[in-house]
């Protein structure tokens, strides 16, 4: 079946550094793919997506590209902040299908 | 304001004590799902609805029912509590066509119901 695997957290940075947050999957046909955002004591809601290989989704200095060759979609930002604290979920949804694939889910913690 | 709302937010009972978490959502969407969140585990489908009367299982059903007798509200019952179902709850609604290249809606989530059984 379908799946997404994500970086192990939790992930700990300093204010300005660089971020990368890997996500791969596995999907039988031409999923869209998400990155969706839960800050502390709220739900989730999405950040970015890409709907065919080789597009970049990106939002709020966040970005990811569609990979089909690596069956990847990375999550980077070239200098996080300490409001970027969150859990970080990689999705996929696949062609025909109507149910979002989620991983476990990356907790990012930047301190200041 | 476009929004899915859910309540209680926070809930503590007993085991085998009967209860409801409610979910409406304003955004006319036809697709709702009832996720539990749990450490380790990240999100878990319960049930979902793809429109009035019809609703289907997701991952992890047992323990749960829901009914979708309305378009806004798509109502989470736990009619036995356990504490194995002490866990994170979330309430999702979207426009259908999510299987279609170009027309992939954004899921929109509740802020969450924390449930606890004692």
């Known amino acids: 079946g379908n799946s997404v695997t994500q970086m192990e957290g939790p992930v700990t940075l300093s204010e300005e550094a660089f971020l990368t947050i890997n996500c791969t999957y596995t999907a039988t046909g031409y999923p869209s793919l998400f990155w969706y955002v839960q800050y502390p004591g709220e739900g989730l809601q999405l950040l970015l997506k890409?709907?065919?290989?080789?597009d970049k989704g990106s939002n709020k200095g966040f970005e990811a590209t569609y990979r089909k060759e690596t069956t990847s979609f990375h999550l980077e930002k070239g200098s996080v902040q300490v409001s970027d604290s969150a859990v970080y979920f990689c999705a996929l949804l696949e062609g025909g299908s109507e149910k979002l694939v989620f991983g476990k889910g990356t907790k990012l913690t930047v301190n200041p | 304001e476009a929004q899915v709302t859910q309540n209680p937010r926070y809930l503590i009972t007993v085991t085998g004590k009967k209860l409801t978490v409610t979910c409406s959502q304003n955004?006319?969407?036809?697709?709702m799902s009832w996720y539990r969140q749990d450490p380790g585990l990240g999100l878990r489908q319960i049930y979902y609805s793809m429109n009035v009367e019809v609703t289907d299982k997701g991952d992890v059903p047992e323990g749960y029912k829901v009914s979708r007798k309305e378009k806004r509200n798509f109502p989470l019952i736990l009619e036995s509590p356990s504490p194995n179902q002490t866990s994170l709850y979330f309430c999702a609604s979207r426009e259908l066509g999510g299987g279609l290249a170009g027309a992939v809606g954004e899921l929109f989530f509740g802020e969450g119901s924390r449930l606890t059984v004692l």
């Open positions: 890409a709907t065919k290989a080789d």
């Open positions: 955004m006319n969407h036809e697709y």
